[in-house]
């Protein structure tokens, strides 16, 4: 079996998660090549076969030019699966390629399972298994779901080139407004998820981040239900954050919350729920009602 891998660059740097795709093409057991539009400088710790597009020529992005190339690619690879990142440059660029292709196409992908592919239904509350008709697909995966890669340090290059039908311009970035609290600087971080019951409990958390001397996160549907502003929501959709300390309150753990934290370096989770998926990337799982609980630690850690 073989994997296209299609690899992210973005102002003048190589994602971090294009290594992801590597961790999935790994755990598929499949062969390998990168197509990627970049700067030759900034290439991806990878040994094998990859396709390279100057970005100083092709942009960072533009739907026909790229997808030009991605197909181009396609041919000289005849890969089984085309594989892209679920980011705003996979999930447009994906089903141009797969409709030009007349192949499937399985968007967010979080697990391989036998049979097929695990995808998030129902807001992401319930998973269904997926598998292509036909032996080609392009494949999204979600971020944070797979583990990052390095496969070597110098891959074979083969240069790429393709004009744009004119019908596009990419224009450039702009930056999104400036967020009234900045996660990513934070040591510690305690954050709310829907497990404590209502907004008039975010001062339970807050208390507890303060005697932390942290910042407070928070999940989705507690940004979503007004309890916190958004510039607090870990994950996917929110920030993606690193501190030293990660404390999970009433969260369950769903791979789009996971994709934004699980790179804490210690991460503790309060759940009342033995059996929550947080449970697999926390080092500590507090099985408790987090409305016993915090208040509680939050007390002792006062009287310090
Ligand atoms: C495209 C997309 C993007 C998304 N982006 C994000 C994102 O950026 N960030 C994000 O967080 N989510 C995101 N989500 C939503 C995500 O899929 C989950 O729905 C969400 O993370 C669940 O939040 P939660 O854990 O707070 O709530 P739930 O999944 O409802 O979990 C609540 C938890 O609290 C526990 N609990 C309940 N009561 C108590 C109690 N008294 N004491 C202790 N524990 C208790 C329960 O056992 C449960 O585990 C996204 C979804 C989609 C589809």
């Given at each position: 079996m073989k994997t296209l891998l299609i690899g992210e660059y973005r102002e003048g740097k190589l994602l971090e998660s294009t290594y992801e795709l590597l961790g999935f093409a790994s755990q598929l057991g499949a062969e390998t090549a990168f197509l990627l539009v970049a700067n030759e400088f900034q290439l991806p710790a990878y040994d094998g076969m990859l396709y390279l597009a100057?970005?100083?020529?092709?942009?960072?992005?533009?739907?026909?030019?790229?997808?030009?190339?991605v197909l181009d690619a396609v041919k000289r690879e005849n890969p089984d699966y085309i594989v892209f990142l679920h980011s705003s440059y996979g999930w447009d660029l994906a089903p141009r390629v797969a409709a030009s292709l007349k192949v499937a196409q399985i968007s967010e992908i979080i697990?391989?399972?036998p049979g097929g592919f695990e995808v998030?239904?129902?807001?992401?509350?319930?998973?269904?298994?997926?598998?292509?008709?036909?032996?080609?697909?392009?494949?999204?995966?979600?971020?944070g779901a797979f583990p990052s890669e390095r496969t070597g340090t110098s891959p074979k290059v083969q240069k790429l080139t393709a004009e744009s039908t004119g019908a596009l311009e990419f224009l450039g970035y702009e930056a999104a407004e400036k967020k009234d609290v900045d996660l990513g600087k934070a040591e510690v971080i305690v954050s709310a998820g829907r497990g404590i019951g209502k907004k008039d409990n975010v001062p339970v958390i807050a208390a507890l981040a303060k005697a932390l001397g942290g910042e407070v996160g928070a999940s989705r549907p507690v940004v979503d239900a007004g309890w916190v502003e958004h510039s607090h929501q870990v994950g996917t959709t929110g920030q993606t954050v690193s501190p030293k300390l990660y404390v999970a309150?009433?969260?369950?753990?769903?791979?789009?919350?996971?994709?934004?934290?699980?790179?804490?370096?210690?991460?503790?989770?309060?759940?009342?729920?033995?059996?929550?998926?947080?449970?697999?990337?926390?080092?500590?799982?507090?099985?408790?009602?987090?409305?016993?609980?915090?208040?509680?630690?939050?007390?002792?850690?006062?009287?310090?």
């Open positions: 100057d970005v100083d020529i092709c942009g960072e992005y533009n739907p026909d030019l790229h997808k030009k190339l697990a391989i399972v998030g239904s129902c807001n992401a509350k319930m998973r269904r298994t997926v598998k292509p008709n036909g032996t080609k697909a392009v494949l999204t995966i979600q971020a309150c009433g969260i369950s753990g769903a791979i789009q919350h996971l994709a934004g934290m699980k790179k804490s370096d210690f991460i503790i989770a309060i759940n009342k729920d033995k059996d929550a998926p947080i449970g697999e990337v926390a080092d500590v799982l507090v099985v408790a009602d987090v409305l016993q609980f915090v208040p509680a630690l939050t007390q002792k850690l006062q009287n310090v």
